[in-house]
């Protein structure tokens, strides 16, 4: 069964540094997202992809944060300059079409120290 | 979005059968009824979508009454692995894009 991956699993950065993650969608699929969730929070939408460009972002997802599908395959989330609040598990999620379902990967979780 | 109401925990047993509630009272005519299951340190995972009537697969059942305001997921004979948390959805009729995740159902079960 197709799944999206993501790496790193684990990653720790200190404050100020920047960090990608990144992710593979689902190889048909067309719509693309990143989530996160904070530690015993609940799951939040970060931003949604699709045709090269962000079709719908958070008041999380602020000039710190920056998405892109650098080729075919991967989906990365970039982090310029994390703070001690961005630390939390991030999902990348994909779809084929609206209205379908959306996939989850295993996460990144991200310490920023 | 519509806005979801469902139990912050529910504690079973091996065996029996689980039931969990959702309201979704403001439930929009496009809108479908979405289930996801989490467990610790790891991404939700999709279990099942409805929009009326009863939706089966080969892990749980979705029952949705005429009205819609309501769902209920059944779990037949949970097993100790079945212990996670539980998250109603409802959008993705058309147009609409991200999840709104709630605080789900915290469902344990006991051997």
């Known amino acids: 069964e197709p799944e999206v991956t993501q790496t790193p699993s684990h990653q720790v950065t200190q404050m100020g540094q920047e960090v990608i993650l990144r992710c593979v969608p689902i190889?048909?699929?067309?719509?693309f997202y990143w989530y996160r969730q904070i530690l015993g929070q609940k799951v939040e939408f970060l931003v949604s992809f699709y045709n090269n460009e962000i079709s719908e972002k958070s008041e999380i997802f602020d000039d710190q944060f920056s998405v892109e599908r650098p080729d075919g395959s991967n989906f990365t989330l970039k982090i310029r300059s994390t703070k001690l609040e961005d630390s939390a598990m991030y999902f990348c999620?994909?779809?084929?079409?609206?209205?379908?379902?959306?996939?989850f990967g295993p996460g990144t979780r991200l310490l920023v120290l | 979005l519509a806005k979801t109401t469902q139990p912050i925990s529910m504690d079973s047993y091996e065996g029996q059968e689980v039931n969990i509630t959702c309201s979704h009272n403001n439930i929009a005519t496009n809108d479908y009824i979405t289930w996801y299951q989490q467990f610790p340190s790891q991404g939700p995972r999709f279990i099942i979508q409805?929009?009326?009537t009863k939706v089966t697969n080969e892990v749980a059942s979705l029952f949705i009454p005429a009205d819609r305001k309501s769902s209920t997921l059944s779990l037949p004979r949970v097993s100790l692995s079945d212990t996670a948390v539980y998250y109603c959805l409802v959008g993705l009729g058309d147009n609409t894009d991200k999840l709104i995740f709630g605080t789900g159902t915290r469902l344990q079960v006991f051997p």
């Open positions: 190889s048909n699929h067309l719509y």
């Open positions: 409805g929009y009326k």
């Open positions: 999620a994909s779809r084929s079409r609206a209205g379908e379902t959306q996939y």
